[in-house]
């Protein structure tokens, strides 16, 4: 009996202390979960593309010329040039207008009122075809004051390479003091706009094809049947709106031209005869 006592004491007390030590363990308490926070999704920046991609162009195919382009064909020798060191072979006058003088190795126009148109004509000689150069120098020319040179002229009539000082250039055929426009007025850069300035014009006539150049740059060609042959000359136009003008010009020069524009060659075409139709 006593042996039994002493197996249940010894079970119980483990027990015992075991509720002892828990009773003097401290409470934990489960801690606190802090709120939930909304969370934003971030806006993706734009990416810089540095390099960005770009089209690789499609090569050309370039045309190279074989042969260049002869704008003055079929010049020949020299047939006469003149410095301007003697006034014998122009016409020269003074006047309240306007005046014409040949020194310095140079032929001077100078007009003296606006809408006033003076020229000079080289007495000889007669040119049909040829090729012409010569240098203008304007010392007083502005906004629609003209200058140029004259030729296949004589009094009453002539063509007329005309430069304005707005930057144009043109070709007029002259009957007596009025013009007819050949060519249009064009802008050029070889022309100067007003002075001072130099510009070096060529003129080239075969037959009724005309080209001109300034500064050695073809300009435009024409083509003209009205006047076949005269001289050369010079003249100088004030604009209405301007008083006066002085223009000088110097190293005339003029070579042969030997040269046949071509022309289309007929084609002969045999037209049918027509065959009358009897009706039974």
């Known amino acids: 009996m006593e042996s039994r006592q002493l197996r249940a004491r010894i079970f119980i007390l483990p027990i015992i202390i075991f509720v002892a030590l828990a009773a003097c363990a401290p ?45 003055m064909p079929g010049l020949g020798a020299k047939l006469f040039s003149d410095n301007f060191d003697s006034e014998s072979a122009w016409n020269t006058s003074v006047s309240d207008q306007g005046n014409v003088s ?18 000079s004509l080289r007495n000889e ?17 502005k906004g629609d004051d003209s200058y140029g040179l004259l030729f296949r002229a004589n009094n009453n ?54 080209r001109f150049f300034l500064n050695g740059r073809h300009q435009f060609t024409a083509t003209d049947v009205n006047l076949g042959i005269g001289t050369i000359g010079v003249f100088a136009q004030t604009a209405p709106e301007n008083k006066a003008m002085t223009v000088t010009f110097s190293d005339l020069v003029v070579q042969s031209v030997g040269y046949v524009s071509p022309t289309p060659t007929a084609t002969l075409t045999k037209t049918p005869v027509p065959t009358s139709t009897r009706s039974p």
């Open 27 to 71: 409470i934990q308490t489960p801690p606190t979960l802090a709120p939930a926070t909304e969370t934003t999704t971030p806006i993706p920046s734009a990416t810089v593309q540095w390099f960005p991609p770009t089209s690789t162009p499609t090569p050309r195919l370039v045309e190279i010329s074989t042969a260049t382009p002869i704008q």
């Open 102 to 119: 040949v020194s310095r190795n140079r032929i001077t126009i100078a007009a003296k009122e606006p809408e006033i148109y003076i020229f």
């Open 125 to 141: 000689p007669l040119l049909t075809d040829f090729y012409a150069e010569i240098d203008a120098h304007l010392a007083l020319c």
């Open 157 to 210: 009539a002539s063509y007329r390479y005309a430069l304005s000082c707005n930057g144009t250039v043109r070709l007029e055929r002259m009957s007596v003091s009025r013009a007819r426009p050949i060519h249009e007025a064009i802008y050029s850069g070889d022309v100067p706009p007003g002075s001072p300035g130099d510009v070096h014009l060529g003129v080239w006539v075969a037959g009724s094809e005309m």
